[in-house]
């Protein structure tokens, strides 16, 4: 069944090949005061607006032509002075601001701008037939010699002439789009997120972009307006534990940005938290010690080193927050008198991290369990 459809497919094209209008295969062609044009970039239709070659139709009218290569700018002197840059949506002329239907833009190394600036730049007449596709100019002089539009348009070539062999560049033409980096690579090393990637020798320099997240969006190193050249590998100390930044490399020549490379990515481990030697001390004056804290824990108390602990009733408690017989700690505890008050637990320093209580009115007070969690994450 495949196969048949197949053959009636090419059966159809065949016969019905004639039905395409050739049009749809030509380039529009242009005519400057009567005479045919040859470029070796036609004009386009983009968006709808007709898009020609600047420079070809410019000089064809007395203008000069020049590139600027670090601005990506036009500018023309004759007639009228214009300057345009690539990628926006106005121009000038005579120092006065034109806005673009579409931006002006390289195609072939060639600047196309939009049919209709034409005329406004220069003050020639500009006539775009859809029928014929034929784009017919006529410059300031001519058009004031002329006794009526129609006299001086020339009808359209029957079998349009076909265009001479394409020539080289000029000298001033734009660059070539260079190709994105290669070997890109990240890796976490000394607090920091190391960045390399092939070198190439061509390349004058790079621009590294950065995200938190993998879709975006991303921003350039430096300033947006002035971003930050590297010549190989960057080093981004603006890191912290626990995060994963993304990364893509550009490569510039000649002030032409490349496409992004691959996205690449690291991630910076998670500090291990500082192991702590706790003790227990009295809240007395001389913060008499009470016992290296353990793990050791029973009911609602944790022991120390002399395996005493604290309870709601038991006697022996350092930490009891009410005897049996009223709120004195130290009336039934094995350090009375010393452990009048809840006692504190410090490390090395002194620092107090909390006082030892079940006494939930205790503001700095820690529950023994909490105390056995705090003791537990750090390697008792």
């Known amino acids: 069944m495949m196969k048949k459809f197949l053959l009636w497919l090419v059966v159809f094209t065949v016969a019905f090949g004639f039905a395409l209008p050739a049009s749809a295969a030509q380039a529009p062609a242009v005519i400057i005061d009567g005479e045919r044009q040859y470029y070796d970039q036609p004009p386009v239709i983009d968006s709808g607006r007709t898009l020609v070659p600047l420079r070809g139709i410019f000089e064809e009218l007395g203008a000069q032509v020049y590139w600027d290569q670090a601005t990506q700018t036009v500018s023309a002197t004759g007639p009228a002075r214009v300057e345009l840059t690539i990628g926006e949506n106005r121009a000038f002329v005579n120092g006065d601001s034109v806005s673009l239907d579409v931006p002006a833009q390289i195609r072939q190394g060639r600047t196309l701008v939009p049919l209709r600036f034409v005329g406004e730049a220069l003050g020639a007449s500009v006539n775009w037939n859809g029928a014929t596709r034929v784009i017919t100019i006529k410059s300031p002089e001519i058009e004031k010699e002329a006794p009526s539009e129609e006299e001086d348009v020339p009808p359209p070539p029957a079998a349009p002439a076909p265009p001479p062999p394409p020539t080289a560049p000029e000298p001033d033409s734009e660059p070539e789009v260079p190709s994105p980096p290669t070997g890109a690579f990240a890796w976490y090393s000394d607090e920091a997120i190391y960045i390399s990637w092939d070198e190439n020798p061509e390349i004058d320099y790079y621009y590294v972009y950065y995200s938190d997240n993998q879709d975006g969006p991303y921003l350039v190193f430096g300033d947006e307006n002035d971003p930050q050249a590297f010549d190989y590998g960057v080093e981004d100390t603006d890191v912290y534990p626990g995060e994963t930044w993304y990364y893509k490399v550009t490569a510039v020549k000649n002030g032409v940005e490349s496409d992004f490379s691959n996205v690449i990515s690291a991630s910076v481990p998670q500090s291990e ?43 022996f408690s350092i930490w009891n927050p009410y005897s049996k017989f009223g709120n004195d700690y130290g009336m039934y505890s094995a350090f009375s008198p010393i452990a009048k008050y809840p006692p504190m637990l410090v490390d090395d320093e002194g620092f107090i991290y909390a006082r030892i209580s079940i006494n939930p009115y205790i503001s700095d007070g820690i529950h023994p369990y909490d105390l056995y969690d705090l003791l537990d994450r750090n390697g008792y």
């Open 273 to 315: 938290p500082e192991a702590l030697d706790l003790h227990i001390v009295a809240d007395d004056y001389d913060n008499t010690y009470l016992g290296l804290a353990t793990t050791y824990y029973h009911e609602d108390s944790i022991y120390n080193e002399n395996e005493f602990y604290g309870s709601s009733t038991g006697p």
